[in-house]
């Protein structure tokens, strides 16, 4: 019978390598929006006579294309989106929010902007008119058998296989 340390051991090979690990993208009405709508929309946002700088963000089209001087958003970009260089300068009269705005934003939305703008900038519709998803099914490890030192498991419809050889784990993708 497999030791429950080993088990754990080629499990935790398991989820810490690439399979599992796959950075997902900020999700924009889940992640994006709010920030957006919280700090920029007053001065960026559909209300024409509130806009500055000829510049909404509410929109793919107004981010991709709007500003006076540089590009604000360059999909895929994030060094040479104007949005990201104004919410990371110290420099007050660059800075946005402006100052006066009195809202700062958190290291953790800054890297959420930069992470959005690096996979693409997608806008997705408001969820209010975004037909529901079928949720998708629960990420469930099957697990298919126990013998000594090797495990095997189906994951996402593959199978694979983890044997332990001496201390060292070894993957097999199976079918
Ligand atoms: C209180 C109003 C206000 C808010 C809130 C605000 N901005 Fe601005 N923004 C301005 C003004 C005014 C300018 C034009 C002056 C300047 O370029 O600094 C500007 C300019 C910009 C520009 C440069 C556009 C160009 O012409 O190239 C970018 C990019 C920008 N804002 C991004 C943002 C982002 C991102 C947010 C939210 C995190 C934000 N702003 C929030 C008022 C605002």
Same mark, same amino acid.
Not at 104 to 123: C, F, H, V
């Given at each position: 019978?497999?030791?429950?340390?080993?088990?754990?051991?080629?499990?935790?090979?398991?989820?810490?390598?690439?399979?599992?690990?796959?950075?997902?993208?900020? @999700?924009?009405?889940?992640?994006?929006?709010?920030?957006?709508?919280?700090?920029?929309?007053?001065?960026?946002?559909?209300?024409?006579?509130?806009?500055?700088?000829?510049?909404?963000? @509410?929109?793919?089209?107004?981010?991709?294309?709007?500003?006076?001087?540089?590009?604000? &958003?360059?999909?895929?970009?994030?060094?040479?989106?104007?949005?990201?260089?104004?919410?990371?300068?110290?420099?007050?009269?660059?800075?946005?929010?402006?100052?006066?705005?009195?809202?700062?934003?958190?290291?953790?939305?800054?890297?959420?902007?930069?992470?959005?703008?690096?996979?693409?900038?997608?806008?997705?519709?408001?969820?209010?008119?975004?037909?529901?998803?079928?949720?998708?099914?629960?990420?469930?490890?099957?697990?298919?058998?126990? @013998?000594?030192?090797?495990?095997?498991?189906?994951?996402?419809?593959?199978?694979?296989?983890?044997?332990?050889?001496?201390?060292? &784990?070894?993957?097999? &993708?199976?079918?």
């Amino acid at each position: 019978m497999i030791r429950l340390s080993l088990l754990l051991t080629l499990l935790a090979a398991f989820c810490t390598s690439s399979l599992l690990a796959a950075p997902e993208a900020p @999700d924009f009405n889940r992640d994006i929006r709010p920030i957006l709508s919280e700090n920029c929309f007053h001065c960026h946002g559909p209300d024409a006579k509130a806009r500055e700088a000829d510049l909404r963000l @509410d929109t793919f089209h107004g981010a991709t294309t709007g500003g006076e001087f540089a590009d604000p &958003v360059v999909p895929g970009k994030p060094g040479e989106s104007e949005v990201i260089v104004r919410i990371n300068t110290d420099d007050p009269d660059e800075i946005m929010p402006p100052p006066d705005a009195k809202r700062i934003l958190t290291t953790k939305q800054k890297t959420l902007l930069r992470d959005w703008i690096a996979s693409g900038a997608e806008y997705e519709d408001h969820w209010a008119w975004v037909t529901p998803q079928r949720p998708t099914a629960p990420t469930i490890l099957h697990l298919l058998g126990i @013998d000594h030192e090797r495990l095997t498991f189906r994951y996402q419809g593959r199978q694979f296989r983890l044997t332990d050889v001496h201390g060292k &784990v070894i993957k097999d &993708v199976m079918a």
